[in-house]
């Protein structure tokens, strides 16, 4: 029996000297950049505690050291430095391919808004609270101890709740917010309206970029304005200038309805991003002119063109979803990439185009 007492003994030893502190600090780590990585990525790894203790050792012990001892070889023996740098590189890449594995996994990262000033603030007043909570056990701070418990539980609870509550109770701003994404190529446009609605109008970039505009550009906005859902989706017309970034906000916006226009001249991933709707439970509308979207007091969003208004074929462009949105006194108008032959149909059907802005 001694020699299996010994082995467990070891292995407590092992597990309370290394493992255990190991651990404590990654999760300390990943606690104390919570809000950080919040602000600037909306990015939190539930994997990260798991990951850092695999990928750490690849970095530490043998990338770092192997570049330290290239660093005074770059002087007297280049081609050396060169080789140390190479295997240290292997390090690098044996990290880079345990955090993307670990990325693939299930519900390794979740996106999420900004927090707020009082959010962040809130929250490293939690931590400090239960760091100095858990040294406050002993039996003269019992009252204390419990005290300061549930104050935590509290704080964490409201913490959660505020910061969760656009999820479940959407911003109704007074006004109409309207806003021109600059996406480079192509188009996208933002409208948080009144009623609570949400409508995000196009969400291009260019084809010929790797990244994914709405993960890169849009995504990032509507977390910065602490918008958790899309309630519409439109697509103008099938150029990937206008959808490129249309899929990543399916997936992580989830809006209830996407309107396109149904031509069936389409390129890219454009197919793919109907399926992925279709997938997700999202309905795909092909309206109509004249049929509203939205609505509410001294509010419309209207589509006023294109289907229904030619009995010819339009070009892709000519087809596009013409959208027009009046609040109060103030009209704007969303004509995707129309020309002068949609505009003849639009005028010929007397369609209300009259505008105080253009989006061109």
């Not at 693939?104 to 929250?123: D, G, K, V």
């Not at 454009?270 to 509410?296: E, F």
């Not at 109060?328 to 003849?344: C, N, V, Y």
Request: hydrophobic content about 45%.
């Amino acid at each position: 029996h001694t020699e299996p007492q010994g082995k467990r003994e070891r292995i407590r030893q092992w597990w309370s000297r290394y493992i255990l502190p190991a651990i404590q600090v990654s999760v300390v780590a990943t606690l104390g950049t919570l809000p950080f990585l919040l602000v600037h990525f909306h990015r939190v790894a539930l994997i990260g505690p798991l990951m850092n203790l695999l990928i750490e050792p690849f970095f530490c012990f043998w990338a770092l050291p192997w570049g330290l001892i290239a660093i005074p070889l770059v002087f007297l023996f280049p081609q050396a430095a060169l080789l140390c740098l190479k295997i240290g590189g292997m390090g690098l890449l044996a990290g880079e391919w345990f955090a993307g594995l670990g990325s693939a996994l299930p519900y390794a990262s979740f996106w999420a808004i900004r927090p707020s000033n009082l959010e962040i603030l809130l929250y490293l007043g939690l931590l400090l609270l239960w760091r100095f909570s858990r040294n406050s056990g002993d039996r003269h701070h019992r009252y204390h101890h419990r005290y300061k418990r549930k104050i935590l539980l509290a704080g964490t609870l409201f913490l959660v709740l505020h910061f969760t509550w656009g999820l479940w109770f959407p911003q109704q701003p007074k006004q109409s917010r309207v806003t021109y994404l600059d996406i480079g190529q192509g188009s996208s446009t933002f409208l948080h309206l009144p009623n609570g609605e949400r409508v995000l109008i196009d969400a291009g970039g260019n084809k010929r970029s790797r990244a994914n505009i709405g993960e890169q550009v849009i995504g990032p906005y509507l977390w910065q304005q602490r918008i958790w859902r899309l309630d519409q989706a439109i697509i103008t017309h099938p150029h990937s200038d206008h959808f490129n970034g249309m899929d990543f906000l399916l997936t992580h916006f989830k809006p209830r309805a996407l309107y396109i226009n149904g031509d069936s001249h389409t390129e890219g991933k454009y197919n793919d991003i109907l399926a992925q709707a279709q997938q997700q439970g999202i309905t795909v509308h092909i309206p109509q002119a004249g049929q509203r979207i939205s609505q509410g007091p001294g509010l419309s969003l209207d589509i006023i063109g294109m289907n229904g208004l030619s009995k010819g074929t339009l070009s892709v462009n000519d087809a596009s979803l013409v959208v027009r949105l009046v609040h109060g006194q103030r009209t704007f108008l969303f004509p995707g990439d129309i020309t002068k032959e949609s505009e003849r149909l639009l005028l010929q059907a007397r369609q209300e185009v009259q505008a105080d802005v253009l989006l061109s």
